[in-house]
């Protein structure tokens, strides 16, 4: 049912796009509004600390053994297809000079990116002092 939806909104792009832009407001306005009127300090601690949540891809039991578990599994997800993705995209843009990535964690998208392009300035930013460290080596 929703792949037939899906389908008979991209016939019309100006209607997917409108119905589109709805559906992804929906999911950000409670944090839109929170942000609006109490700042965004809670939402920068959550960023900064959602390593250390159970569940999350860089924290899962295999990584629980030690402190720099989640660094490694956020690391180790530099094989996920939307890697690959993003790799494919940023490849349009041919040819690259530079590249920031803002929340870049240890910097696996980074690593990819400097193998596709040597010649290119490559900058990462994290608000996780740790994750950039680790990163750096």
């Known amino acids: ?3 037939r ?5 991209k016939k019309s792009p100006r209607l997917y796009s409108f119905v589109a ?8 306005k409670s944090r839109y509004l929170k942000d609006r009127f109490l700042g965004t300090r809670l939402t920068e601690k959550e960023w900064a ?3 250390l949540r159970r569940g ?5 039991e295999k990584h629980a053994d030690n402190s720099d578990g989640w660094i ?10 939307h890697r690959q993705f993003l790799l494919e995209h940023i490849t349009e843009f041919s040819p ?8 870049c964690n240890c910097g696996p998208n980074l690593y990819l990116l400097a193998r596709k ?3 290119a300035q490559l900058v990462g930013i994290d608000i996780n002092p740790a994750a950039i460290q680790k990163g750096t080596e």
């Open 5 to 9: 939806l899906k389908r008979l909104l």
């Open 117 to 119: 392009f040597p010649e």
């Open 72 to 81: 490694r599994g956020y690391w180790e997800s530099r094989d996920h297809s």
């Open 96 to 103: 690259v000079s530079s590249i920031l990535e803002i929340g």
């Open 49 to 51: 600390t959602r390593h």
């Open 1 to 3: 049912m929703r792949e």
């Open 56 to 60: 999350s891809d860089w924290n899962d």
């Open 21 to 28: 832009k709805i559906y992804s407001f929906g999911a950000l």
